[in-house]
């Protein structure tokens, strides 16, 4: 979900000038960094990031019966657990953990920007849909519940939609708008706060990610979703990609040199 660079490469300003320094999309990845070790590292993030939702569900619910309390303890978790995650896979892979993510960063390159590739994509996306899948399936045996089994929690309803719609734009104009102003240090806490947040303030308590979607439904557990609720899901998070891409667009548009202005 953040760009940073290498581990170890220092950057001065009599080496580098600042000047020719590009700016990183969202999620840019080091170029000197195997693709297998990006590939483990969305597996990992995204895997660990479902064993935070679904234990921290699970373990709401064998505390308290107090819906609201489940929902804090779930949230707090989630959002101290991913910006751990961001902060020590960033310079890795990005730390996308996130297809919307990640398809909203090819979509700037396509477009001229710094992001993924085809290539990176078709590798990125198929690990973090299986790290999801291993991080229900982990924080189900932790908790002793079985291994695997689909969810019963419908979450088919319009309203829960227009909150997925609602969290995943929100969650890209907050990334892309990020990179567009060079504050993506930022990035482990501002998103792991969103995401926080957006556990209460929108209907659905923010999936705001495809991978993590499909995860969510082979628990059934307190974090899940039935398997007839993904598809409307996963589409209701690109749709929020794609109004997150053009409000990043709008609001972070990029000024023109003012042709009236005498050069010095």
Known sequence: MTATEPIGTARTAESVPAIDVPQP?????????????????ELVGTAALVAIVVGSGIQATNLTEDVGLQLL???TATVFGLGVLIALLGPVSGAHFNPAVT??????????GAGVNARE??????????????????ADAMFGEPLVKWSTHDRSAGNLLLGEVVATAGLILLIFGLARTDRLRFAPVAVASYIGAAYWFTSSTSFANPAVTIGRAFTDTFAGIAPASVPAF?????????????????????????AGTPSA
């Not at 999309?25 to 590292?41: D, H, K, L, N, V």
């Not at 398809?103 to 001229?112: K, Y």
């Open 25 to 41: 999309a969202p999620g840019a990845t080091p170029p000197r960094t195997p693709m297998i070790s990006r590939a483990a590292a």
């Open 73 to 75: 303890a779930n949230s």
């Open 103 to 112: 398809l909203a960063e090819w979509w700037t390159a396509r477009r001229g």
């Open 121 to 138: 994509v078709a590798v990125y996306v198929p690990s973090q849909i299986a790290g999801a899948v291993v991080g229900a399936v982990l």
């Open 234 to 258: 996963v589409a209701a998070q690109l749709v929020g990609a794609a109004a997150g891409l053009a409000l990043v667009a709008v609001v972070f548009m990029r000024g023109k040199p003012d």
